[in-house]
């Protein structure tokens, strides 16, 4: 079925939000059903399996029993919420040895049981959504000492709700993954992008000169002369003003008035001191 199809990175073989999820699946129910409904914890489509006996009520891939997947990806990802029942999900291989493996996983399984053909293993599952991975080529090796081809076909049973089922060539983080195959997906970023304002370069700072005009603003009479914009490289040339008025500016010796003469006193003797008293 995808042995013929491209094989790297993500291989999705179920997604509840699809047109049609079921679209290569086969269903059976007795005392159950299969329904896609609406899940509060992730407000996503998600795909319901439910039914009063674990073995009768199931989903099936590929929907004919003659066909075989093909997959040649070595890792199985479940994305699927525990309804605090019985659940279990089968996978059939085929090793390098050309035998036909199955796996049976469950939550009501206590041990391990391995037999020639078929494995039987617990499952432990958190409350709400899980991510079930699974290492098929580890657990061929582990359990049958040989080495894992390819996966034949795969079988869900009641009771479950499943959001995505996919084949993966390795383990990827929660950051590598992209935002459909993530539970509660990428969290919006709600800052805005600051807006980058380019600044404009610098111009050549003005001579003392040209400041001093500039205090005193330029008078009614006169006009500004246009200037044209010099390079920062080129000297710059300012008009030399022209020379003021000499006036004549009294000398300080002139103007200041004269110091009154101060008189030495006279050196104190025994005659002054004796008329002082």
Known sequence: MYRSAYQKGFLTVLYSVGSSPLNNW???TKNGYIKRIYDEDIKSLVLEIMGSNVSTTFIHCPSECKEQLG?????????????????????????DQRFMRRFRVSNFQSKTSVKPFCTAMPMGM?????????????????????NYLETVSLQLHANV??????????????AELPNDYRL???????????????????????????????EAGPSKDTEPEATEPM??????LQKSPSPPVPQ????????APPEPATEEPAPQTEATEEAYY
């Open 26 to 28: 086969s269903s059976y």
């Open 71 to 95: 997959i040649k990806l070595p890792f199985l990802v479940l994305l699927i919420k525990n309804m605090h029942k019985y659940f279990c999900f089968e996978v059939k291989i085929q090793d």
């Open 126 to 146: 958190s409350p709400g959504w899980n991510q079930i991975q699974f290492n098929l080529a580890d657990f061929t090796r582990r359990a049958y000492g040989s």
């Open 161 to 174: 709700r499943i959001r995505r089922i996919y084949f993966a060539d390795k383990l990827y983080t929660e």
């Open 184 to 214: 509660m997906g990428k969290p919006k970023d709600l800052k805005k992008p600051e807006k980058q304002f380019k600044v404009q370069a610098t111009a050549r700072p003005p001579s003392p000169l040209n400041t001093a005009r500039g």
């Open 231 to 236: 390079s920062e490289g080129e000297p710059v």
């Open 248 to 255: 004549k500016v009294p000398s300080p010796a002139a103007s």
